[in-house]
């Protein structure tokens, strides 16, 4: 069965400083793995997956498949970041293709 | 595009009533899905549709059922309203099984009391 983890419900971090959301996964296929974002007031949106690996609003996320991890990261925090973050997992293939299973969800706080 | 969109915004209901939860989209997507988001449990799958006349449970169905009679809408329905189905639902739709973006409503806020 396929399950994903996020350790913190809670993460605060000053303006400036670095930032990482952790997801953890356990799923015995190749799995994609992405980053929704909600942010106050707005729909939830896709923020990252582990294919494409590109940055987006200066954050960037490595699967590694050793430790079953997918953390995204930010080098320097921006007020604007504060939001909810989702890790989710989709299977590649089977009759589930196409779910998403979601982690639980990290609230980041950025303080001025 | 209006995208996803969701009615209503906000419900309030007595225990053992019924309602709806109107989900559609215009961009001719395949796959619809039902969420709903509880704090400190993330986002739960409901039901899913990959196409009209198809649908199946997700991961926290009773209470919930759905039918996809066209592409566009997909409608959740609550038959016997019940204060632990208080909570935000959200209905999304992938272009196909295939498409890895799921395009998000703004959500219903339900609260049962």
């Known amino acids: 069965a396929q399950r994903v983890t996020q350790p913190e419900k809670l993460l605060s971090v000053f303006k400036g400083a670095p930032v990482e959301l952790k997801c953890n996964y356990s799923y015995s296929g190749s799995p994609e793995l992405f980053w929704y974002v909600q942010y106050s007031r707005q729909r939830l949106q896709l923020l990252l997956r582990?294919?494409s690996r590109e940055s987006i609003k200066g954050f960037t996320a490595d699967l590694n498949k050793g430790e079953t991890s997918f953390h995204l990261k930010k080098p320097f925090a921006q007020e604007e970041d504060s939001a909810m973050y989702y890790c989710?997992?989709?299977?590649?293939?089977?009759?589930?293709?196409?779910?998403?299973?979601f982690g639980r969800g990290t609230q980041l706080t950025v303080w001025p | 595009n209006a995208g996803v969109t969701q009615t209503p915004k906000f419900q309030v209901l007595k225990t053992g009533q019924s309602m709806t939860l109107q989900c559609a989209q215009d961009?001719?997507?395949?796959?619809m899905s039902w969420y709903r988001q509880d704090p400190g449990m993330g986002l739960r799958l409901i039901h899913y549709s990959v196409g009209a006349g198809i649908t199946d449970q997700g991961e926290v169905p009773n209470g919930y059922n759905v039918s996809r009679s066209t592409t566009e809408d997909f409608p959740l329905r609550l038959l016997s309203a019940a204060p632990s189905q208080t909570s935000v639902y959200f209905c999304?739709?992938?272009?196909?099984?295939?498409?890895?973006?799921?395009?998000f409503g703004p959500g219903t806020r339900l609260t049962v009391t």
């Open positions: 961009m001719n997507h395949e796959y």
């Open positions: 582990h294919i």
């Open positions: 989710a997992l989709r299977k590649g293939r089977g009759s589930t293709l196409g779910r998403l299973y």
């Open positions: 999304a739709s992938t272009k196909d099984r295939a498409s890895y973006e799921q395009y």
